[in-house]
C-alpha cells in the first residue's frame, strides 16, 4: 500500500516538474509514521532520530537526482522512439544505468499511450543476473580439498612452534610428499601462523625441517584447519614429519600496529564523527589499513585532523593492550562492542585499549598503544551509498610518508622560489594568475569565433534557399565550434551547418540546423552520418549535435558527401 501511494507521489511531483527532496520531504512523511509504530519495539530509532531523519532527507534528494536524470534520458529515447513499445533493452538500460525504477517508466508509457515490453526487461534483467554469478565464482585455492582436522592457533604467545605436518597438499590434491620447487599447501597440528581473517591478512615466514625449508607467503582458514600456503625452497617434505614454523616477526608486528591503530580510529570517529559510525568492512596488513564505516556524508578535513590527532594522543598515552576471553553475554555487559551481522561463539576474545576502546576481536595486535608510533589518515571517500573509506599509514609506513610528503612541499617551494610557509600564498597567487590567462583565452576564442564565422558564411551553399555550410577549422574545441555555429545560425538565417576541427589526432563535429529546417535536416542524423564516416559517434537535439572521431584520414571525403546528402533530404521532401 505505502509503495503504491509513494509511486503515485512520484508520478504527480514528475507530471507537474517539481524536484523531490528539494521542497516537499515526500519520502519522510511516508517513514515517519513507520519509526512512531516501530520505536516501541527498537527504541535505538527514537535515539537516533536526527540521523535517521538526515540519512532519509539524503536518499530523498539522491533519488531526486536519479528521477530527474532518467527522465532527461527517457524523454531524449522517446524523441527518437519509432514504435509504439518502449523496447526492453531500454527499459533496463533505464534502470541498471540511471536507477529508474520500470514500473515509473511504465506509468509514464501508460499516460503518453505507449506500451512496455516487459517480457524483454525481465530477459535483460536474467541475463545480468547471470553475469552476477559468474563474477562471483572466483576460485579459491582451498576449494575442493578434503581436510577432516583441525589446527589450534598459538600465535598470540609465540611466533614459534615445533609442530607435525598432518596433510599436504599439490594441486588441489593431498600428496605424501612436496619436493623442492613445487607449490603446496601444509597443513600442521598447531601453529603459530594467524589465517586470514576478520579483515587482517595472514602471517607469512618459514617452515623448516631437518632437510629443507618452505616459505609460506600465504595463510588461510579452511574450515577449522589452517592452511599453510607457499613453495618449497629445499629438501623433500612428507606428512608426518617434525617441523619448526616461524612467523615472520617484522611483518606480524607491522600488520599488529596497522591492526591495532584501526580500534583507535573507530572509537576515535564514534566520538568524533557520531555514535551511528559502525565499520563495515576493514584491511589490515603490514603495509597500511582500511577501515570502512557507515556515515552520510562526507567527513571534512577539520574532522579527520581531529580524528588523526585523537589517535596520535591516545598512541602516546602508551596504555595496554590488554585482552580477555570471556563469554558473550558478559563481553557484551562489559561494553565491548560487537560487530553487526558478524557471528560469534558462545566465548569471545575481548580487545581493551585503555578507557579508550573496547572491542570483540580475534586479531593479532601490540602490547601497548605506544608501539603504534605514529598514525597518519593519506585518504578519505565513499565506497558505497552511506559508507565511508579511511585509509591511513603507522608507525614506519607514516613516517616514511610524511617524508616523501615534505619532499613534495620542498621541491615546490624550489620550484616556486619560496619557503614552506610561503608555498600556499604563492600558489594561490599563480592559480589566480591562471584563472585570470583562461578567462582572457576564452574572450580571445570567442572573438576569433566570431570573425570565423563571418568569413566562413559567404562559403555556405545555396540549396533551394537553405544555406548549407560545411567546413575544418583545426585546432578549435568544441565550445568554439558550438559558438561559431550560433554565430552562423544567428548570421544565415536558413542554414545547416556543419564543422569540424582535428586536434592531436582526434576529430571534434559540431552540427548546427536553424528551428525551421529541422522538419527537413535533423542536426543529429547529420552529425551521426558524418561521425560514423570518421570512426566516431555523436548526437543531439534535432537543432544542435556534437560528436567525435578517430579517422582524420576520411574527414574530408565525409565532409564533401555532405551536400549531396543534404539535397537529397532538401529536395527528396519536395518531390
Not at 124 to 144: K, L, Y
Not at 370 to 391: H, M, N, Q, Y
Not at 490 to 510: C, D, M, P, Q
Request: glycine share 10%; hydrophobic share 40%.
Amino acid at each position: 500500500g505505502r509503495g503504491f501511494v509513494l509511486r503515485r507521489i512520484i508520478r504527480r511531483a514528475i507530471r507537474h516538474g517539481h524536484k523531490l527532496g528539494m521542497r516537499q520531504p515526500f519520502f519522510h512523511q511516508l517513514v515517519a509514521p513507520l519509526e512512531k509504530e516501530m520505536g516501541d519495539a527498537y527504541p535505538e530509532l527514537r535515539q537516533a532520530q536526527a540521523h535517521v531523519e538526515r540519512l532519509l532527507l539524503q536518499e530523498e534528494m539522491r533519488f531526486a537526482e536519479t528521477l530527474d536524470l532518467g527522465m532527461q534520458h527517457l524523454e531524449q529515447e522517446l524523441l527518437t522512439l519509432k514504435e509504439k513499445t518502449i523496447p526492453g533493452p531500454l527499459l533496463f538500460k533505464l534502470y541498471d544505468t540511471f536507477g529508474f525504477p520500470v514500473d515509473l517508466t511504465a506509468d509514464i508509457a501508460r499516460e503518453r499511450g505507449l506500451k512496455t515490453d516487459l517480457p524483454a526487461f525481465e530477459q535483460e534483467m536474467e541475463q545480468q543476473r547471470q553475469r552476477a554469478r559468474s563474477a562471483s565464482q572466483f576460485a579459491v585455492d582451498s576449494d575442493g580439498l578434503e581436510i577432516n582436522q583441525s589446527t589450534p592457533f598459538v600465535g598470540y604467545e609465540a611466533l614459534t612452534r615445533d609442530s607435525s605436518v598432518i596433510a599436504l597438499f599439490h594441486h588441489r590434491e593431498a600428496v605424501a610428499h612436496l619436493q623442492a620447487g613445487e607449490d603446496g599447501i601444509i597443513v600442521l597440528d598447531s601453529t603459530p601462523f594467524y589465517a586470514e581473517s576478520g579483515g587482517q591478512k595472514g602471517d607469512r615466514g618459514t617452515i623448516r625441517f631437518a632437510e629443507g625449508e618452505f616459505v609460506v607467503e600465504d595463510v588461510q582458514k579452511h574450515d577449522n584447519a589452517i592452511l599453510h600456503h607457499g613453495r618449497m625452497i629445499s629438501g623433500s617434505l612428507t606428512a608426518g614429519a617434525t617441523v619448526t614454523a616461524t612467523v615472520d616477526p617484522l611483518l606480524r608486528q607491522r600488520t599488529a600496529i596497522h591492526h591495532s591503530a584501526t580500534h583507535l580510529l573507530h572509537a576515535a570517529l564514534r566520538q568524533l564523527v557520531g555514535a551511528h559510525v559502525q565499520q563495515k568492512g576493514s584491511l589490515v596488513g603490514p603495509e597500511r589499513l582500511r577501515f570502512d564505516f557507515s556515515h552520510y556524508d562526507e567527513v571534512d578535513n577539520e574532522t579527520l585532523r581531529r580524528v588523526e590527532q585523537l589517535v596520535n594522543d591516545q598512541i602516546r598515552a602508551n596504555d595496554r593492550v590488554e585482552t580477555e576471553v570471556m563469554e558473550i553475554e558478559a563481553a557484551k555487559k562489559s561494553g565491548a562492542m560487537a560487530l553487526f551481522g558478524e557471528k560469534y561463539g558462545e566465548k569471545v576474545r575481548v580487545l581493551r585499549m585503555g578507557q579508550f576502546s573496547v572491542e570483540l576481536c580475534g586479531g593479532t595486535h601490540t602490547r601497548q598503544t605506544g608501539d603504534i608510533g605514529l598514525f597518519k589518515i593519506t585518504s578519505e571517500g565513499g565506497v558505497a551509498a552511506g559508507v565511508r573509506r579511511i585509509e591511513a599509514v603507522c608507525g614506519n609506513e607514516a613516517l616514511q610518508w610524511v617524508q616523501e610528503e615534505e619532499q613534495i612541499l620542498r621541491q615546490l617551494g624550489q620550484l616556486l622560489r619560496g619557503g614552506g610557509s610561503t608555498v600556499t600564498a604563492k600558489v594561490e597567487k599563480l592559480l589566480a594568475h591562471t584563472r585570470t590567462l583562461e578567462r582572457e583565452l576564452e574572450q580571445m576564442k570567442s572573438t576569433l569565433a566570431s570573425a570565423k564565422g563571418s568569413d566562413l558564411a559567404s562559403s555556405a551553399i545555396d540549396i533551394d534557399g537553405i544555406q548549407l555550410l560545411t567546413a575544418r577549422l583545426d585546432g578549435a574545441d568544441p565550445k568554439g565550434l558550438r559558438e561559431t555555429v550560433d554565430q552562423l545560425k544567428n548570421k544565415l538565417k536558413r542554414a545547416i551547418i556543419l564543422l569540424a576541427a582535428v586536434n592531436e589526432g582526434k576529430i571534434a563535429l559540431v552540427a548546427g540546423v536553424t528551428k525551421a529546417e529541422c522538419s527537413q535536416v535533423k542536426a543529429g542524423d547529420l552529425l551521426q552520418r558524418v561521425a560514423t564516416a570518421v570512426g566516431g559517434k555523436g548526437g543531439g537535439r534535432p537543432d544542435m549535435a556534437q560528436g567525435g572521431g578517430s579517422q582524420p584520414e576520411n574527414l574530408d571525403p565525409a565532409l564533401t558527401a555532405v551536400e549531396a546528402w543534404v539535397r537529397q533530404k532538401i529536395q527528396g521532401d519536395k518531390q
